[in-house]
T-cell receptor, first 114, second 113 residues
Framework: DTGVSQNPRHKITKRGQNVTFRCDPI?????LYWYRQTLGQGPEFLTY????????KSRLLSDRFSAERPKGSFSTLEIQRTEQGDSAMYLC????????????FGSGTRLTVV | GNSVTQMEGPVTLSEEAFLTINCTYT??????LFWYVQYPGEGLQLLLK?????DKGSNKGFEATYRKETTSFHLEKGSVQVSDSAVYFC????????????FGTGTKLQVIP
C-alpha cells in the first residue's frame, strides 16, 4: 500500500471556476476525512465518511462545497464558483475504525484561486 | 468543545539542543492526545500518541507525557537534528472515537547546524 494519495498536488484556478480534488485512502481504511489548512494554521475539519456514508460536515463546508465517496473507496471534493478565500491546502486522511491508530494523511492538494 | 493551545513559533535551535514545545488542552473526559509533524512540502504524519493519563508517547527520540493534572502534553527531545526541522501540531480527537480531530495552530521548528 502506498498510503493516502491525493491528486492533483497543485491547482491554480480563476475565481468563479469549479474544481475537483480526488483522494485515494489506504485500501483497508473505512474512514475518510477532509481537512483544510491555511497558511500558519492547523488543519480544520471539513467532513467525514465512514464507508460511503457522509456522517459529519463542518459549518465551514458551505453550499459551494460537496464531497462524495460513492463506493466507499476513493473520495472527491468539489468546490463550485471558487473564491479567493478558498485558497488553501486541502488534506485528506484515512483511518481504520478497528485499529484506532490515528489518521494517515495524504500530501494534500494546494489550491490557489486567482 | 475540545481545544488545544500550542506555544507560538518559530522556534530556532542549534543542533543537539534540547527541545520543548508546550501544548495544553481543554477536553471533555480524557481523550487520547497526539503530536503530528509536517515536513516541508508533505502531509502530516503521526509522530506519537498517548491514550490515558500518565502515559508517555515516544518516537524518533521525541517524547510527550499525558499530564491530567496540568492538562498538558508537552513535546520534548533531548538533542535535535537539522532533519527535525518541521512544523509540529498537537491534536486531540473528539469524544466517541476518531471521527474528528482538533489541531493546534502548529509550532515551526528550525534547527541550524
Amino acid at each position: 500500500d502506498t498510503g493516502v494519495s491525493q491528486n492533483p498536488r497543485h491547482k491554480i484556478t480563476k475565481r468563479g471556476q469549479n474544481v475537483t480534488f480526488r483522494c485515494d485512502p489506504i485500501s483497508e481504511h473505512n474512514r475518510l476525512y477532509w481537512y483544510r489548512q491555511t497558511l500558519g494554521q492547523g488543519p480544520e475539519f471539513l467532513t467525514y465518511f465512514q464507508n460511503e456514508a457522509q456522517l459529519e460536515k463542518s459549518r465551514l463546508l458551505s453550499d459551494r462545497f460537496s464531497a462524495e465517496r460513492p463506493k466507499g473507496s476513493f473520495s472527491t471534493l468539489e468546490i463550485q464558483r471558487t473564491e479567493q478565500g478558498d485558497s488553501a491546502m486541502y488534506l485528506c486522511a484515512s483511518s481504520s475504525a478497528l485499529t484506532g491508530n490515528g489518521y494517515t494523511f495524504g500530501s494534500g492538494t494546494r489550491l490557489t484561486v486567482v | 468543545g475540545n481545544s488545544v493551545t500550542q506555544m507560538e513559533g518559530p522556534v530556532t535551535l542549534s543542533e543537539e539542543a534540547f527541545l520543548t514545545i508546550n501544548c495544553t488542552y481543554t477536553a471533555t473526559g480524557y481523550p487520547s492526545l497526539f503530536w503530528y509533524v509536517q515536513y516541508p512540502g508533505e502531509g502530516l504524519q503521526l509522530l506519537l500518541k498517548a491514550t490515558k493519563a500518565d502515559d508517555k508517547g515516544s518516537n524518533k527520540g521525541f517524547e510527550a507525557t499525558y499530564r491530567k493534572e496540568t492538562t498538558s502534553f508537552h513535546l520534548e527531545k533531548g538533542s535535535v537534528q537539522v532533519s527535525d526541522s518541521a512544523v509540529y501540531f498537537c491534536a486531540l480527537p473528539h469524544s466517541g472515537g476518531y471521527q474528528k480531530v482538533t489541531f493546534g495552530t502548529g509550532t515551526k521548528l528550525q534547527v541550524i547546524p
